[in-house]
């Protein structure tokens, strides 16, 4: 078990190495951005364009903090060529992979967990801003409705750790002609999730304005749904990790 | 007994047969030589060994056993194009091989970090090549496994790294007894570690034998290498 965490750190290394090589002019770029969405969101929040419910649209997109990441942290041991240290562990390949996993899951909930505090933030830039539109009620429903999202978010993100790796190491294998057939899966997937969370949910079918309001799809997302959308997504990635591993462990070669 | 057994092993990248029904058995205990030149078939040899390639016919042995990852608990495997992981810092390098690879002996890493002089603070990331090499070597060599492979541990590095690395190697040979196969290119400086070479053309065996047999009968390796491969 030792070596499995001494595994899943290497992970978070690898994956934090990898932020901080970001060049300085990447940097600017990035701030300059991050400076302008919270001018605009500041902006739109005072004139009551947008209201509490219209954050919660980026929670689902949190799930790409995933993907892109976890698609590169396994390439990373053949581009860094560590892949002969890696495949020659003596230790099963689900299980190496399944340490990449759990430390790019890591990685991706302290993510969340900051998004939750720029949420936060811009609940009491509200409040202080637009406290006609921000109300303690309307923040109320819209915390509860994030606390499905994020749980809804947090389950569909092993999903698409297991997609990116299944990428990832279809890319190094024998079977890399089969890598279109994957990219097609991996895009349905993706498109699927954002037309059900952002169009079905997010949609306002009174025909109103769209985005201050809630959509009733959204307020009634109940129990039995968030159980069988988490059973669901757990028994894809489940399924996915199978394959990759498969690929890993038969059809790769270093 | 048999620490390594290959019965008509083949390998081909494309139309390219790196191994060509190769044959080759290697005894436990002993320090082996795999000598030939470039695109010889020796990098893909060790490979196929630590199970990092899968021959496309014959049958390979290790340890009485096909090669796995459960064999590669009683292997050491230095390849001759990895490189370590950058962000580690030597002192984490050797923490993490400790924690990853079975029968990590900590207190030789250390010894062999201060006789070949690595600072454990610097990060691997800027290190040179030779001194990079040299932290790669350790990590085999603190391994108290049964099989070690380097595969051109020399490769690239400036001689008074060479000499300390082959110091290391004498100093680990003489502690323990292990079974040891080395690929080289670097004959002449290496002779002195080999109980047996092996030397291998387009995949296949062209001539092996133990060290002082072939030096009596046809001279120097050196020599008899230039005979083979020119």
Not at chain 1, 2 to 11: D, I, S
Not at chain 1, 15 to 31: D, E, H, M, P, V
Not at chain 1, 169 to 175: D, E
Not at chain 2, 56 to 61: C, L, N, V
Request: some cysteine; charged content about 15%; aromatic content about 10%.
């Amino acid at each position: 078990m030792n070596e499995f965490w001494a595994l899943v750190g290497n992970t978070r290394q690898l994956k934090k190495s990898n932020g901080l090589r970001t060049a300085s002019w990447w940097k600017i770029y990035i701030a300059f951005f991050c400076l302008l969405a919270m001018g605009s969101l500041c902006f739109s929040i005072y004139h009551g364009t947008i209201g509490p419910m219209v954050l919660l649209i980026f929670i689902p997109f949190l799930i790409f903090a995933a993907f892109g990441p976890s698609i590169g942290l396994v390439g990373r041991e053949w581009s860094g060529q560590t892949v002969s240290w890696w495949l020659t562990l003596p230790y099963p390949r689900a299980e190496l992979l399944f340490a990449k996993l759990v430390g790019m899951f890591i990685h991706w909930l302290k993510i969340a967990a900051g998004s939750v505090v720029v949420l936060a933030v811009f609940a009491a830039v509200g409040m202080l801003l637009n406290p006609v539109v921000w109300t303690t009620g309307a923040l109320g429903i819209a915390a509860a409705v994030a606390v499905k999202l994020y749980i809804l978010t947090i389950a569909a993100t092993p999903l698409a750790i297991t997609m990116g790796m299944l990428i990832s190491v279809t890319r190094h294998s024998r079977l890399r002609p089969l890598m279109p057939i994957i990219m097609i899966m991996a895009i349905w997937l993706a498109t699927s999730a954002i037309n059900y969370v952002v169009i079905s949910l997010f949609h306002n079918t009174a025909g109103d304005v769209a985005f201050p309001y809630v959509s009733p799809a959204l307020s009634s997302i109940n129990p039995l749904f968030m159980i069988t959308s988490i059973v669901a997504g757990l028994f894809l990635s489940a399924i996915i990790f199978g394959a990759a591993s498969y690929i890993l462990a038969e059809q790769t070669e270093a | 007994m048999m620490a390594i057994n290959l019965e008509n092993v083949t390998k081909a990248y494309g139309s390219q047969r790196a191994l060509d029904s190769l044959t080759l058995g290697l005894f436990e205990g002993q320090v082996t030589g795999i000598l030939g030149p470039n695109g010889a078939g020796k990098s893909t040899l060790f490979k196929a060994i630590v199970g990092l390639v899968r021959p496309d016919a014959g049958r390979i042995t290790v340890l009485d056993s096909r090669p796995s990852w459960k064999t590669n608990g009683q292997i050491a495997y230095l390849s001759d194009q990895c490189r370590w992981y950058g962000s580690h810092t030597v002192q984490h390098s050797i923490d993490y091989a400790a924690a990853v690879f079975p029968h990590f002996d900590q207190k030789r890493a250390e010894q062999l970090l201060a006789s070949m002089g690595l600072n454990r603070d610097v990060t691997v990331g800027t290190l040179s090549k030779g001194h990079e090499a040299r932290l790669k070597l350790i990590i085999c060599l603190a391994r108290d496994v049964r099989l070690m492979l380097l595969d051109e541990p020399f490769s690239g590095i400036d001689l008074v790294s060479r000499e300390k690395i082959i110091q290391g190697l004498i100093e680990s040979f003489a502690e323990r007894k292990q079974t040891i196969i080395i690929s080289t290119h670097e004959i002449r400086e290496a002779e002195s570690l080999f109980d047996q070479v092996v030397f291998i053309d387009q995949g296949q065996v062209v001539l092996s034998g133990e060290v002082e047999a072939l030096r009596q009968e046809k001279g120097s390796l050196e020599s008899i290498y230039r005979g083979l491969f020119q």
